[in-house]
């Protein structure tokens, strides 16, 4: 995997509790003409969630949902974790079912102009394999030959929709930059949206920020705007189109684009109730410290799993290849969870643990990933307090 591939990734970021609804669930399935002995309800009640427990499955109403965590796949060398992924080699049979070469150049120049960039020669066409997903690919189309300068453009090469835009060479450009205010940013990156043609209403304004970008001595203020998808109400981070920009003597300069091409639907209903998740999200921490919670709180989010329970859990703190620890590989799961925020007061002296690890997981604040169909912990994240994402 060469230095380009993992620039591109980077673009591209137990005990199973009981909730009081399976009983709910089971008692009122029960209760249909099928099953008028009533004095056996109790004992049937029992053996089912005997049974759901050990095999896995969730009963809602008359839906089974299988449970989601699988532990990680481990990976203790570079090496053997590069020979679990695919040929990096996209093979003629793949290759049929992908657009060609020829229509990737014409969807690239067709996205450029639309930016205003007219008249750009393509000097490097690439098809590549993405390690996001499975059978997934890519092209990168550029202007210039060399990784480093130019217009680069990747687009999907099953749908042939753009997912990324950058502009390599403005990191090196020396710039007298116009001052915006928020709602100016904002209406260039609607004005972007138009021009691009996105679908009308298909994704709404997040966040409007302010961030400094650093390369060797050139300082700049670049504009970001993140526009989300939204799912039941739930604004789904993993649907989305984002825009970093500048302003240079009233033209926009786009420094990166990024377009979600995640078709995944989140539709995994929400069965657990809040309560619910509460308390399983404070029994997890309880077994990770004895330091008072001072509050808690809980909202409905979209997350993809991760391992950072299963790590703390398991005290597995050092997952860096190239520094002797252990890989862990986990599916490329999203769903829709509870997101239970966690912090704490009275926290123990950091100088009083040998191993920082260890205090971070018993004094850090925390946010649990409760799945609101079955209620396992899918992960979570350590956190500074209860933040806006």
């Keep these: 995997m060469d230095h ?80 679990s992924l695919p040929n990096d080699q996209i093979s003629d049979e793949e290759k049929k079912e992908l657009i060609s070469e020829e229509e990737s150049k014409t969807i690239a120049i067709d996205f450029l102009n639309k930016l205003g960039y007219e008249e750009k020669n393509i000097e490097r066409i690439e098809l590549k394999r993405s390690y996001n997903s499975v059978n997934s690919s890519y092209y990168m189309v550029k202007t210039k030959y ?34 915006l205010t928020e709602d100016m940013a904002r209406r260039i990156a609607e004005d972007t949206y138009k021009k691009l043609k996105l679908p009308e209403g298909k994704y709404e304004l997040f966040d409007v920020r302010q961030e400094k970008s650093i390369f060797e001595n050139n300082t700049r203020t670049l504009w970001g705007v993140i526009f989300e998808q939204k799912e039941n109400g739930i604004y789904n981070k993993y649907k989305k189109f984002s825009i970093a920009f500048l302003v240079v003597n009233g033209e926009v300069l786009y420094d990166t684009i990024n377009i979600s091409n995640n078709s995944e639907e989140i539709n995994n ?51 860096d290849l190239n520094n002797g620890g252990t ?38 604040n925390k946010e649990f990933y409760v799945d609101a169909t079955t209620g396992e912990i899918l992960g979570g994240n350590p956190c500074e307090g209860f933040n806006k994402r």
């Design 269 to 319: 209903p929400i069965i657990v109730e809040e309560k619910e998740a509460i308390e399983i999200a404070l029994n997890k921490e309880k077994e990770f410290t004895d330091v008072e919670i001072s509050n808690y709180k809980a909202e409905l989010s979209i997350e993809k799993m991760n391992t950072f329970v299963y790590q703390l859990e398991n005290e597995i703190y050092n997952t």
């Design 327 to 364: 890989y862990l590989d986990i599916k490329d799961v999203t769903r829709n969870v509870w997101k239970i925020t966690i912090e704490h007061n009275n926290k123990k002296d950091e100088n009083l643990y040998v191993d920082y690890n260890e205090y971070i997981k018993e004094n850090y």
């Design 4 to 83: 380009l591939d993992k620039l591109i990734i980077d673009i591209l970021e137990s005990e199973i509790p009981e909730p009081e609804n399976y009983k709910r669930s089971v008692n009122s399935a029960l209760k249909s003409k099928k099953y008028k002995r009533y004095k056996m309800c109790n004992k049937i009640v029992t053996l089912c969630m005997i049974i759901m427990l050990s095999t896995g499955f969730v009963y809602a109403g008359y839906n089974i949902y299988s449970y989601i965590w699988e532990d990680p796949k481990k990976y203790s060398t570079n090496e053997e974790y590069i020979n």
């Design 146 to 179: 060399s990784y480093e300068e130019g217009l680069m453009v990747l687009i999907d090469s099953k749908t042939g929709e753009v997912i990324h835009f950058n502009d390599l060479d403005l990191k090196y450009k020396q710039l007298v930059q116009d001052n």
